[in-house]
């Protein structure tokens, strides 16, 4: 199964729904995963209390991805201190002895020396065993071609979805393919926005009427936008596994049910002439939402 279970609000109230999901439904969510062989869960250190109440239920069948937090420290001592600390105390969060991924999630601090000190000791911790994979978390392919053979790494997790084609449209996905590097996509839906009511996208994103005119046309005004979404993210073949996240069981069931469905190739290539560029839409981090 290349569906993988985010867990933002797991910790936090998140996305445009503003919701935390109940212990109680995370029980259900986690079995129905196991179910449906969903094996990655996504999660991070500044996800609220995510990682420690993933760590109440048995991981053992899961494969774990966390991300660290930004880097509060510019000594290099202090720098390694902090992220062999935050890595076990990851570990004893999650109840687990190894992890499977562990992600820096603000390229944004790439170009300081502290985050030199930061990747070396995650280095560290990989050839003690600890972790198996490490890698970063990007918004933009701006930040493979600054940092991409600075920070060499296992697995990048990046935006992908019916609008957001960068990572395929500038042949970094075919790159990272040719050179053994993984790819987690996530944003499948773009937080919502693009399965949410078309009065609600021309609203709050007016300057790209015409865009979301031809989105609900395709989408048969909003029936088949999850559909959509899933159909096809699922059918692309160099990203391992697509982090979905969501509020309660009823919506993994239909995601699981859509995720098996084909594309038609006439849907696909409606979506495909769909072209957007503009970081304001494809980045939530810059959203204005009234």
Partial sequence: MKLALGTANFGQEYGLTKKKV?????TKILNICKNNNIRLIDTAINYGDAETTLGKFDLNFFKICTKLPKIPFSKKKDIESW???SVYQSLKNLNLKKIDYVLMHNTDQFSLARCRVAY?????L???SVIKKIGYSIYSTIELNKFYKRYKPDVIQAPYNVFDR???NTGWLSKLKKEKVEVLGRS???QGLLINSFQFQKKNFPEW??????WNSINNNNKNSLRLCLNYAMHEKNISKFIIGVNNVKELKQIIKFSK???KKIEKNKINMIQIKSQKILEPFRWNLS
Avoid at 120 to 124: E, V
């Fill in 188 to 190: 499948i839906f773009l």
């Fill in 261 to 263: 469905i084909k594309i």
């Fill in 22 to 26: 109940t212990k109680k439904e995370i």
């Fill in 126 to 128: 990989k050839k003690k």
């Fill in 166 to 168: 960068r990572i395929e």
């Fill in 83 to 85: 992220v062999t600390r």
């Fill in 209 to 214: 009427s015409k865009i979301w005119s031809k």
């Fill in 120 to 124: 070396r000791t995650l280095l560290d």
